[in-house]
């Protein structure tokens, strides 16, 4: 006999995976890391009009302890980019980051030394937002998104540990002189 027939008629089953990917996915709480003008967009998606709260996400930490979305809106300086990632080291895991507008995302129209040409520089990224700057409505799309994929991630990947593991076997796979030429 299987707990199929065993459990209750209406009874639904389901994975572990999938319970635990649904509930993360209803109960995400964003840092707001409003920097330039897509920070006033990001605002907007908090009020009623917009109406983030039926995602569960109706209150944006001001602390990174209670965050696990980092919502990066508007352009990133150099002197900001260590407080990014501090911020960022902060969360507890796993924690998500959505790149607000095309000056997060890429520089946008600051293709200078003082603007970090995309978070991804600092952080890793899971959504890229554009738009100069994107609308409340947008950033609901890209939330939506969000949810997707952390519903559908598996339990136990740590998105650091597999980028430094491809990285040491990028490494080994160089040949022996041109590792030298990196040490030095």
Known sequence: M??????????LLTT???????????????????LACCAIEMMATGTPRFDISRF????????????????VAGRVSQKMAPVVRQVYDQMAEPKWVISMGVCASSGGMFNNYA????VDHIIPVDVYLPGCPPRPEMLLNAILTLHEQVRNEPLGVNRQEAARAAEEAA????????????LR
């Open 2 to 11: 299987g707990i199929e027939e065993a459990a209750p008629s209406g009874f």
């Open 16 to 34: 572990l995976e999938k319970a635990v990917g649904l509930t993360r996915k209803a109960s995400m709480w964003p840092v707001t890391f409003g």
């Open 56 to 71: 569960g996400m109706e209150v944006f930490r001001a602390s990174p302890r209670q965050a696990d979305l980092m919502i």
């Open 115 to 118: 603007i970090v040409q995309g």
């Open 171 to 182: 490494m080994m796979a160089t040949p022996t002189s041109q590792m030298k030429g990196l």
